[in-house]
Nanobody
Framework: QVQLVESGGDSVLPGGSLRLSCAAS???????MAWFRQAPGKVREILGA???????WYIDAVKGRFTISRGNAKNTLYLQMTSLQPEDTAIYYC???????????????WGQGTQVTVFS
C-alpha cells in the first residue's frame, strides 16, 4: 500500500528558500518518485524525479534552483527550493511510479499537496 503525505509548504518572499517533505510508505524500493506542481489556472506539471537507483532529472524551469533527494531510509522525499519567485506559487505534490527497467511508469500514487506561495 503506497501512501504519500506532503508537508513544508509556506509563504515566502522572492529569493527565499523552502524545503518540502514527502513522507512515503510502501515505496522503499522499486519506485520512481517525483515532484509536481499546479499553479492557479495552469496545468499540472512535473518538476523532476528520482529513480530507484538515485538518478535525478529536472525540467529547465527549475534546474539549478530545485533539488530532489531521498532520506537514507528511502521513506522520505525532499524538494529543496531556492531563489523562489512568484511564478513558483503553486500546490506542490509528490508522486510515485513503478520503476520499469530503465524507465518510470505512470505516476499513479499521489499525496494531498502542500501550498507554496511566493509574494511579490
Amino acid at each position: 500500500q503506497v501512501q504519500l503525505v506532503e508537508s513544508g509548504g509556506d509563504s515566502v518572499l522572492p529569493g527565499g528558500s523552502l524545503r518540502l517533505s514527502c513522507a512515503a510508505s510502501g515505496v522503499s524500493s522499486g519506485y520512481c518518485m517525483a515532484w509536481f506542481r499546479q499553479a492557479p489556472g495552469k496545468v499540472r506539471e512535473i518538476l523532476g524525479a528520482v529513480e530507484d537507483d538515485g538518478a535525478t532529472w529536472y525540467i529547465d524551469a527549475v534546474k539549478g534552483r530545485f533539488t530532489i533527494s531521498r532520506g537514507n531510509a528511502k521513506n522520505t522525499l525532499y524538494l529543496q527550493m531556492t531563489s523562489l519567485q512568484p511564478e513558483d506559487t503553486a500546490i506542490y505534490y509528490c508522486a510515485a511510479a513503478r520503476q520499469l527497467g530503465y524507465l518510470c511508469g505512470e505516476y499513479i500514487y499521489w499525496g494531498q499537496g502542500t501550498q507554496v506561495t511566493v509574494f511579490s
